[in-house]
């Protein structure tokens, strides 16, 4: 386990039933593409402790015990913007945050592990998805306000902050998200 100065990573996860009707699957699916990356996260060197905010009552169970990962539940879905807030305010600004989008089920660990280690150079950062216009991970250093725009075009928002753009190259699984039933067919297939 980290010691004190690890990463304490947020990671929002949307109700299944929503990721279902977006991307065309199973409610099951949808779930296990979430877990796959708070499974991913919890493997990642440096990383101390995994919180994640959810509406949806069968993923926080299914992640209630996991070593490592702290559960904060919300009675309904109030948005990614304020799932995230009410996550950050259960950890102490002291510390290394980082919040990491809960659609990254092909995540290897030590692509995570690179961009957490670039990202303690900077006060805050953020790693673009593949097409470049989206963001998979923003970075906070210990003692620094959290500062995010997640949402469309979100990564020229991330810029525009001062955010710093960490060079993350286009094969890293950690810039690879599944917004789209394309994305997930690629997953799936790459997942089996």
Known sequence: MAGRDGWVIVIPLKPAGAGKSRLGTSEKTVRQLGIATVRAAVATPGVREVVVVTADPTTAADLTGMPRVRVVSEPAPRGLRLAIASALATIPPGVRRAVLLGDVPRLVPADLARALAQATRHPRAFVADAAGTGTTLVTA??????????????ASRHRALGLHQIPVPLRSSLRHDVDTPAQLAKALTRRG
């Open 141 to 154: 250093a210990p003692g620094v306000r959290w500062r995010s725009a997640f949402g469309r075009a979100s």
